[in-house]
């Protein structure tokens, strides 16, 4: 099958790091479906590329496992297949205030968006990612790693998606590979539907990287291609860190 029939299904694809992982799928002449809650923006998207026969916008809350459901039927009747998932929607916002105050429903939406709905994904397109031996790539984060104050709940979906990856990896197997990447600070202004001019990053924003720079959605995205590809036949259970360096930073107060 060539490349150009195959079949991408992003999650959160309507703005940030989904929409840089859509675009530049799109770009290697993928087919590339894209799920979010945010209708406006999948609209938008939509309507600023030109690739009305390789792209597919379906409005989803990705916690809601009939949406779910229907979502991956709608994706697999429109491509005929769908070769990769790449869950990426999510809450972003990590901070929810002090433990003692953290209330359990906003506790239990993150749990419900970042981790629940990952696992609902893969439930459902997992008949179709077997037989076209597919895979899946989820969004961790270096949060799930290292983390900052009165961020519990956004950590722990992070760390259970990790975990997630290599359960479904071992459960998946050999027919469906399944991986995680955990991008570091990501800089996706531009890519937001909002977005008009965006302020150019510091210096030191930029300096206090090993790598020299903030990150960009393409270097998630070039991790996603890889991934998804054959020449990532080898890898699966694993978590791919993509932060510039870091979490490998050892940082002391002076």
Partial sequence: MEQAQKVA??????????????????????????????????????????????LQFIETDVSDEAQVRQA???AVEWGGRLDALINNA?????????????ELSVWQRRLDVNLTGPFLMAKH???HLRESAGSIVNMSSTRALQSEPDSEA???????LLALTHALAISLGPDVRVNSIS???IDVRALQAEATDVAPLS??????????????????????????????GFITGQNMVVDGGMTRKMIYEE
């Fill in 9 to 54: 299904l992003v999650t959160g694809g309507a703005r940030g790091i989904g929409r840089g992982i859509a675009g530049y799928l799109l770009r290697r002449h993928w087919r590339v479906v894209v799920c979010d809650v945010d209708k406006a923006a999948g609209e938008q998207l939509l309507a600023s590329e030109d690739l009305a026969d390789r």
């Fill in 72 to 74: 991956v039927a709608r």
């Fill in 90 to 102: 999510g809450l972003a916002d990590p901070f929810t205030g002090p433990v003692e105050e953290l």
């Fill in 125 to 127: 397109a997992a008949p």
């Fill in 154 to 160: 956004y950590a722990a979906t992070k760390g259970g």
């Fill in 183 to 185: 991008p570091g600070w």
């Fill in 203 to 232: 210096e030191t924003d930029h300096r206090q990287h090993p790598a020299g720079r903030v990150g960009r959605a393409d270097d998630i995205a070039a991790m996603v291609w890889f991934l998804i590809s054959g020449e990532a």
